[in-house]
């Protein structure tokens, strides 16, 4: 148990280690230089928005620009521009990867970690389902955000971040890598997921649906 968890452990610290060190340098930045900052500077939690979010949203729209050079900005804004459905779409990606590494644990398939301990007992039984149904929820929303339904995008992910605080309570007893491992990935959650709400508020209430097609009899 000590071997996998320390080693998943240092994994986890690193990488948070890493994001903080470039989420802060990019968010010294003048909020005029970059339009992803000045963005992002309108939200929660900024500096985690600029390192982890802004770096996925450039990568998403330079594949895409590689594909469709003439048309590519208008499925997720030009190359360092910033379109606000794409910016909530990565942030609800984000949030379903931190999430999926708190499902796996409460679902006994992260090896290395013994949930025989009362503790963990505790926090398995009354996570196992709750989690889940905050990802389904999370899923939810990324399909309403998809369509254009931004209010139901962002009832659903306000309902999944409440999932998840009930969850962190239930867990607070734990101690040691375990511990750490789910409060960092919760937190992640949790955090991605008010970055998306905050930036639904700022979109318009629903898209207009394309008209209907009429079809021309001869």
Do not use: W
């Not at 390192?51 to 469709?68: K, V, Y």
């Not at 290395?112 to 996570?127: A, I, M, Q, S």
């Not at 409060?183 to 979109?203: C, D, G, V």
């Amino acid at each position: 148990m000590a071997g996998t968890s320390s080693l998943l452990v240092l994994f986890l610290c690193a990488s948070a280690a890493a994001l903080h060190q470039h989420a802060a340098g990019a968010a010294r930045v003048s909020p005029g230089a970059s339009p992803i900052v000045a963005t992002c500077m309108t939200g929660p939690y900024p500096e985690l928005c600029v390192g982890e979010l802004g770096q996925r949203l450039l990568d998403i729209q330079t594949a895409i620009a590689s594909a469709a050079p003439n048309g590519g900005a208008t499925i997720a804004g030009a190359p360092g521009q910033v379109d606000v459905k794409a910016l909530v779409a990565v942030a609800l990606q984000a949030a379903s990867e931190a999430g999926a590494v708190a499902a796996s644990i409460f679902e006994g398939k992260l090896p290395g970690f013994n949930t025989g301990v009362p503790d963990f007992r505790k926090c398995l039984g009354n996570c196992s389902v709750t989690m889940s149904s905050a990802m389904q929820k999370l899923h939810g929303a990324s399909a309403a955000l998809r369509s254009g339904n931004h209010d139901v995008a962002k009832t659903l992910a306000s309902r999944s971040l409440t999932d998840v605080s009930s969850c962190t309570v239930s867990c607070k007893d734990l101690n040691g890598d375990v511990r750490l491992i789910i409060a960092q990935s919760l937190t992640e959650f949790q955090k991605m997921l008010q970055i998306a709400i905050a930036f639904i508020n700022k979109m318009k209430t629903n898209e207009p649906m394309p008209p209907p097609v009429r079809e021309i009899t001869p």
